[in-house]
T-cell receptor, first 111, second 114 residues
């Protein structure tokens, strides 16, 4: 089971790009990296998923270096509404043993 | 309008009582999950189900029970054996069990036991 480590919290000003890094040193060959976003008193929401290199969607980008021992979620030009907890998950397609959300990174966007 | 519904949003019970939390989905998903979240903490997996009439324990199953008699329903019972039942409970579903499938979460039920 690949353990993940994320910063507990981050602050950013509105309009800035935010990069949240997740460390997963013992990631396995078949593991994927997934990020979720959670607002207070709501369930998490899927943001992005990747296996290697770079993935981009309308919300964020995910950068994964060649060794895959870490990944970086990039949020372009954050707004106040991006204030949330961001979770990095690592696991393979084998089953729910890999659904470990951890404590996540609490991002606070400042006006 | 597809999605996951959990009811009620807030639930209050006396210590020693069993309580059942409802979770329904109309997304035609095979897999369903129950998580518990304590203040300032991440989500912890209680139970999950890959198909009807089958379910597996997660990391913190003690004091909880589930059933999966229908594809769209996955109720969670918090029994009196659960030592600290007060928490925010989240139900989720996905097309399959693999991490590559996006999980869709319900709005949650906040349970308070006094």
């Amino acid at each position: 089971l690949a353990k993940t480590t994320q910063p507990i919290s981050m602050d950013s000003y509105e309009g800035q790009e935010v990069n949240i890094t997740c460390s997963h040193n013992n990631i396995a060959t078949n593991d994927y990296i997934t990020w979720y976003q959670q607002f207070p008193s709501q369930g998490p929401r899927f943001i992005i998923q990747g296996y290697k290199t770079k993935v981009t969607n309308e919300v964020a980008s995910l950068f994964i270096p060649a060794d895959r021992k870490s990944s970086t979620l990039s949020l372009p030009r954050v707004s106040l509404s991006d204030t949330a907890v961001y979770y990095c998950l690592v696991g393979d397609i084998a089953g729910a043993n890999n659904l470990f959300f951890g404590t996540g990174t609490r991002l606070t966007v400042i006006p | 309008d597809g999605g996951i519904t959990q009811s009620p949003k807030y639930l209050f019970r006396k210590e020693g009582q069993n309580v059942t939390l409802s979770c329904e989905q109309n997304l035609n998903h095979d897999a369903m999950y129950w998580y518990r979240q304590d203040p300032g903490q991440g989500l912890r997996l209680i139970y999950y189900s890959q198909i009807v009439n089958d379910f597996q324990k997660g990391d913190i199953a003690e004091g909880y029970s589930v059933s999966r008699e229908k594809k769209e329903s996955f109720p969670l019972t918090v029994t009196s054996a659960q030592k600290n039942p007060t928490a925010f409970y989240l139900c989720a579903s996905s097309p399959g069990l693999a991490i590559t499938y996006e999980q869709y979460f319900g709005p949650g039920t906040r349970l308070t036991v006094t």
